[in-house]
């Protein structure tokens, strides 16, 4: 994981899906051009899947922790939707990185999530198995695997794992 910090939800989302925290402590300590520049490389060369709004604020928790950069704000994280008063999921899938890994019809290096949601359909249980999955980065065969799964906040898991849930 990367060192803690405002962002470090961004980062942990979006870079571990393909690079070691330790990639960052290898570049030089270089300031917040530098890093912008890298996360657009990322995004756009790479296709990593970050979201535009989410650009700046990767950038600089980078330049904030691993570069020269000064801290600047904390970036607001909503935790709701616009009015409903509920958490966009989907979005929020997107933003922690977890689509990286995962998408809705289709086994990448995850399942997809309408099999899981498949697996896990009638049974009591199910949400408590998919919230544990979420919560500890464990996959459902239990076995383990090299890719990370970041970390979502607490309460933000009911939110994802009902999406999961209530795929068709």
Partial sequence: MFKTGPGVQWANGQC????????????????LDFWQAEVQKMKDKYGAPIPSEQTNDLA?????????????AAPV????????????????????????????????????YKDVAAKYRGKPDAMDKVAHQITHAVPA?????????PAIYAGRV???????????
Avoid: E
């Fill in 60 to 72: 600089n928790y980078f330049a904030v922790n691993y570069g020269t950069g000064v801290p600047a």
């Fill in 77 to 112: 994280i909503a935790a709701s939707g616009p009015s409903s008063g509920t958490i966009d999921a989907a979005a929020l899938a997107q933003r922690s990185g977890c689509l990286g890994c995962h998408n809705v019809d289709v086994k990448i290096v995850g399942p997809a």
């Fill in 16 to 31: 571990l899906t393909c690079h070691s925290a330790d990639y960052a402590a290898m570049q030089p300590p270089k300031g």
């Fill in 158 to 168: 009911k939110a994802l794992g009902q999406w999961v849930l209530g795929q068709k």
């Fill in 141 to 149: 065969n239990g076995r383990g695997n090299d890719a990370a799964i």
